[in-house]
């Protein structure tokens, strides 16, 4: 199987372009860039130097966190923020330190289980996706830095491809259309692109699980899987700070390389960010009544909890120490000397152990949701690198007879690299719908059916004569379908109108239904598993001139007003539209 580089295809526009991926993590994040000269195959580049980082050559990622002074301005971001000058100017300033805040962007049908902690409140006058913007801008001003101090003539090149710069924005599997909004006004509000529809149109998405895909293909690490297309299908486990992303694919063909999702992707929150609050939460308790026990002290204790004993944590049968302070450091009733803290190898254990059980409880629905299908796994992400999570997956995955592996390379940096693969490349044609999606419809009233009477107050009548309920179901696309990205699914509808005028506002809502694979009767607008996908809207006014005038039952005139509702589901990003025939003429 040869290298990605060796089968990717020259790029065949008529400019030089560039593209960039920007990969914020929970705790962590990284950029990649590609420049595309027209013939040539492209070639991925990272940002590999960053302010406050000029002391470590080649590092890829900087910490997920900025500082705000209180009038919500951006004082420190990312390595700079880990400075020790800044973290004194931030205490004296008070400053507000803003870390964390990608989680505040999930889902409500995703539920974060805290343990009792509390996300760090955001600047005065900020949202959250203002404060992702601000995040966005610093990664760009970054990005735009790197490239003119390293490329020749750096300035006169970034002049001139500034304006069209296309972006790749990673997000974890369990992100939906409403993420993705959010995102593109955050790229707004960071000045990455103009409010516009040109401007959105150069913003695409990705999700962490077939980011992390093309980043293994890139890395070789798949190389055996890939070159033998067979009945076998392998899983991708990104392990990053907040989210396990789990995406399972199959081989379809090799030359051009074609992979499709066997499994709907899966997302959970139990990336390493977890060990870290339970570790916290744990010392809290233990240092109670020690001259530790102060919150600044649990800060700095678990913070070098993080950076030493969590990612070198293999075997619970050692004794554990966490280095925090000087060798005067002492305190044997709370197991201080020395300025370490000594921990039970059995206790940290447990501060990983709902991640591990979390992991292996997804791992193993994705292998029965593939029918069997999976029978290797690759781990990637930061939290990948950790020893303790590594053997335990592979332990108990063993007996379903699953191997484990990881890439040598910097897997950290793994959802930038792949994102840019992913717009390169685009080796998945087709994915397995997570949800089922619908629209609602009016149901023709049944007198004899108990249900139809318990909705009996809500009937309304058409000008045509029949009764009909509100809020029936119409599932377009049913869970667990495979989906091609050329796949177009349409519904014929039909409304009767008594005031034309309406058809300037004409609007459709796409609903998403979590709760299984039964199709639900009806939408339950308050229940948490249904929610609105999207609202498509579309100015009909153009058919009232065509539209034909009817009489009703009781002599009043209606109009009946025929259209489509198109969805493509097979792409990162929902599109959905009113299609409607206009005079012979299909808008």
């Known amino acids: 199987m040869k290298p990605t580089s060796d089968t990717r295809k020259p790029y065949g526009g008529s400019s030089r372009a560039l593209i960039i991926a920007l990969d914020v993590g929970t705790t962590f994040s990284g950029v990649s860039y590609a420049l595309l000269e027209p013939g040539e195959v492209p070639k991925i580049h990272g940002v590999t130097r960053f302010p406050g980082q000029e002391h470590v050559a080649g590092n890829s990622k900087i910490p997920s966190v900025m500082y705000y002074d209180k009038h ?63 995040f966005l801008a610093y990664l760009f001003r970054c990005t735009k830095s790197f490239i003119i101090d390293t490329h020749a003539n750096g300035q006169t090149l970034w002049h001139h491809v500034e304006s069209s710069i296309e972006f790749v924005l990673s997000h974890p599997n369990g992100w939906e259309g409403a ?22 149109a150069r913003i695409r998405f990705v999700t962490e699980g077939e980011a992390s895909l093309h980043a293994c293909v890139q890395s070789g690490l798949a190389a055996d899987v890939l070159s033998n297309p067979s009945r076998h299908g392998f899983l991708v486990a990104d392990a990053g700070g907040g989210t396990l992303d789990i995406s399972s694919y199959a081989v379809r063909g090799t030359n051009p390389l074609v992979i499709e999702e066997v499994a709907p992707p899966d997302c959970i929150f139990a990336g ?27 800060d700095h204790i678990t913070k070098r909890f993080d950076e030493t004993t969590k990612r070198l944590f293999r075997d619970k049968k050692d004794l554990q120490f966490v280095p ?63 020893p303790w999570l590594f053997s335990q997956l592979q332990e108990r995955l063993a007996p379903l007879k699953i191997t484990v592996s990881r890439p040598d390379s910097q897997t950290s940096k793994a959802v930038a690299d792949g994102a840019l693969g992913f717009y390169c490349d685009h080796h998945v044609s087709a994915r397995m719908s997570k949800f089922m999606y619908g629209v609602e419809y009016l149901r023709e009233y049944d007198p004899n059916d108990p249900e139809h ?20 179901f119409d599932c377009i696309l049913a869970r667990c379908v495979k989906v091609k990205e050329s796949t177009v699914f349409s519904r ?40 609105t996908l999207c609202v498509v809207r579309a100015d009909l006014s153009l058919l009232s001139g065509s539209a034909e005038p009817k009489q009703g039952k009781n002599g009043k005139t209606y109009w009946t007003i025929v259209f489509s509702v198109e969805i493509h589901f097979g792409l990162t990003e929902f599109k ?7 005079n012979g003429t299909i808008k």
């Open 272 to 298: 390493s960010v977890f060990v870290s609050r339970r570790a916290r939460e744990f010392l809290e308790e233990k240092l109670k009544g020690s001259k530790y026990g102060t919150s600044d002290s649990i």
């Open 72 to 134: 919500g301005k951006v004082m420190a971001a990312g390595a700079e923020a880990d400075n020790a000058s800044i973290i004194s100017q931030a205490e004296d300033e008070e400053w507000i330190k803003t870390e964390l805040f990608k989680l505040r962007l999930r889902p409500k049908s995703m539920k974060l289980k805290m343990n009792g902690m509390r996300l760090s409140p955001l600047p005065r006058h900020k949202t959250s996706v203002d404060v992702f913007g601000d």
């Open 453 to 472: 009477q318990s909705r009996k107050d809500r009937l309304c009548e058409l000008p045509s004569g029949p009764r009909l309920l509100p809020d029936a």
């Open 179 to 200: 993420q993705q909004t959010k995102m593109r006004r955050a790229a707004v509000y960071g000045g990455l692109i103009p409010d516009m529809d040109e401007g959105r």
């Open 492 to 531: 014929k509808y039909c409304t009767e109108l008594t005031n034309l005028s309406t058809l300037s506002v004409f609007e459709v809502e796409i609903w998403c239904y979590r709760g299984g694979d039964t199709i639900p009767q009806w939408i339950l607008r308050h229940a948490e598993d249904y929610s």
């Open 324 to 386: 925090f302070g000087s060798p005067l450091d002492k305190d044997l009733s709370v197991g201080i000397r020395g300025g370490q803290l000594k921990l039970d190898g059995a206790q940290v254990a447990e501060f990983f152990e709902p991640s591990v059980q979390a992991a292996i409880t997804s791992i193993k629905a994705q292998v029965d949701a593939s029918q069997g299908m999976i029978k290797s796994v690759w781990l990637v992400g930061g939290f990948a690198a950790s």
């Open 576 to 582: 959905a539209r009113i299609k409607w025939n206009d």
